[in-house]
Nanobody, 115 residues
Framework: QVQLVESGGGLVQAGGSLRLSCAAS????????MGWYRQAPGNQRELVAA???????NYADSVKGRFTISRDNAKNTLHLQMNSLKPEDTAVYSC?????????WGQGTQVTVSS
């Protein structure tokens, strides 16, 4: 089992920045993919960004150039630096880890961007 705990959400004005963090613990496989997903009210959950343990990244078109995903494999932590935030970025952001043992989710952290 893997436990994921997010932190760093909050309220920010449009154009501002936030940094989300996710701490992973438990039986973590060395080869895995970690990612951030978000879900706004009335919308389906969508992938924001993902990163492999080797450092390859993938971003949703809507956040390219504004968000940066990173990870520290030694500390089992995942980060999402979010710059130039827009009201449409408002959502619950959840950390995800996928490996050979399964698919794991954190509890989510609220990000609210005011206009």
């Amino acid at each position: 089992q893997v436990q994921l705990v997010e932190s760093g959400g909050g309220l920010v004005q449009a154009g501002g920045s936030l940094r989300l963090s996710c701490a992973a613990s438990g039986n973590i496989f060395s080869a895995n993919v970690m990612g951030w997903y978000r879900q706004a009210p009335g919308n389906q959950r969508e992938l924001v960004a993902a990163i492999t343990n080797g450092g390859s990244t993938n971003y949703a078109d809507s956040v390219k150039g504004r968000f940066t995903i990173s990870r520290d494999n030694a500390k089992n932590t995942l980060h999402l630096q979010m710059n130039s935030l827009k009201p449409e970025d408002t959502a619950v952001y959840s950390c995800n880890q996928w490996d050979a043992s399964g698919d794991y989710w954190g509890q989510g952290t609220q990000v609210t961007v005011s206009s």
